[in-house]
Nanobody, 116 residues
């Protein structure tokens, strides 16, 4: 069992930036591929960024060039730096452990609202 705790959400104006953090429990973190998902009201949860256990990132097209995923294995942390935020980025953001490409374990999520 892995416990995940997201933080860093809030209200930001369009064009602004936020950095999300996800703290993971356990001693196996460095072996996990990790992902950041988001779910907007009335929408399905979608994967926006992932990072392999070797630190290789992948982004969905809608956030490529604006978001950066990173990890610190020594701290059991994964981050999502979000720049040039748009109203359509408004959602609850979750981190997850990816196993065989599928999400396993969810945190409580953190709300991002992009609005002027």
């Amino acid at each position: 069992q892995v416990q995940l705790v997201e933080s860093g959400g809030g209200l930001v104006q369009p064009g602004g930036s936020l950095r999300l953090s996800c703290a993971a429990s356990g001693s196996m973190f460095s072996r996990y591929n990790m992902g950041w998902y988001r779910q907007a009201p009335g929408q399905q949860r979608e994967l926006v960024a992932s990072i392999t256990n070797a630190g290789i990132p992948v982004y969905t097209d809608s956030v490529a060039g604006r978001f950066t995923i990173s990890r610190d294995n020594a701290k059991n942390m994964v981050y999502l730096q979000m720049n040039s935020l748009k109203p359509e980025d408004t959602a609850v953001y979750y981190c997850s452990v990816l196993q065989l490409g599928a999400p396993n374990y969810w945190g409580q999520g953190t709300q991002i609202t992009v609005s002027s």
